[in-house]
């Protein structure tokens, strides 16, 4: 069956400095992996995807994420966080059977100042 | 944990005829709900914010009159298709929130023939 983890529940990361939030995933076939973000008060927002190509994939408000097969890993990265990046995380993979997204519990992300 | 019901699970209807799709959260208040479409092989997106007393708030390009949408209690949410086309065939799945958990209903896929 396919499924997603997100193994923190929040991360912390000042602003200016580089955050991750991290993502595994167990899929038969090749996975199709997603981010989504959730501000305070506002519906899921699609941030990037991963389909096929580059393990490096860009995405909305600077964000990024890295592909990598062998660890079955989809982090979401960005190179300086801002404040109005706090919000909660989700990463989600495509259950192919289905073709219905399967979420990650989510990850908040706090950005101090 | 918590919990939101989405019914029916699947319809099939005539092109012309209206559907009327329920989000319950059965264990919770939800003053807010949100709700996605999710076209074949697309990732999610959000069609609108569903506010308990209050008019929805849609996301651009989604057609209000086409996509009724009423919150009447904090814990129920319809989504009405109003004269459906096949163009309207999709998934479409709502969410909740609670102690910050993002929760799903198991969505509902709708064709139109």
């Known amino acids: 069956a396919q499924s997603v983890a997100q193994p923190e529940d929040q991360v912390n990361v000042a602003e200016g400095n580089p955050l991750t939030v991290k993502c595994t995933y167990s899929v038969s076939g090749n996975p199709y992996l997603f981010w989504y973000v959730q501000y305070p008060n506002r519906g899921l927002q699609f941030l990037l995807k991963?389909?096929?190509?580059?393990?490096l994939v860009k995405g909305s408000y600077g964000f990024e994420a890295e592909f990598n097969k062998s660890q079955t890993s989809f982090h979401l990265k960005k190179p300086s966080a801002l404040v109005s990046d706090s919000a909660l995380y989700f990463c989600?993979?495509?259950?192919?059977?289905?073709?219905?997204?399967?979420f990650g519990t989510g990850t908040r992300l706090q950005v101090f100042p | 944990g918590a919990v939101v019901s989405q019914h029916p699970s699947w319809v099939i209807c005539k092109s012309g005829t209206s559907v009327k799709i329920e989000c319950r959260s059965l264990d919770f208040q939800a003053t807010t709900m949100f709700w996605y479409r999710q076209f074949p092989k697309q990732s999610l997106m959000l069609m609108a914010t569903?506010?308990?007393?209050?008019?929805?708030?849609?996301e651009q390009g989604v057609e209000k009159d086409k996509f009724l949408i009423n919150h009447a209690s904090l814990t129920l949410s319809t989504l009405t298709v109003t004269s459906a086309h096949p163009e309207d065939s999709s998934f479409y799945i709502c969410?909740?929130?609670?102690?910050?958990?993002?929760?799903f209903g198991s969505g509902t896929q709708l064709s139109v023939l």
């Open positions: 969410s909740a929130n609670t102690n910050e958990k993002l929760f």
């Open positions: 569903s506010n308990e007393g209050s008019k929805a708030t849609y």
């Open positions: 991963y389909i096929t190509g580059d393990n």
């Open positions: 989600a993979v495509r259950d192919m059977n289905t073709d219905k997204l399967i």
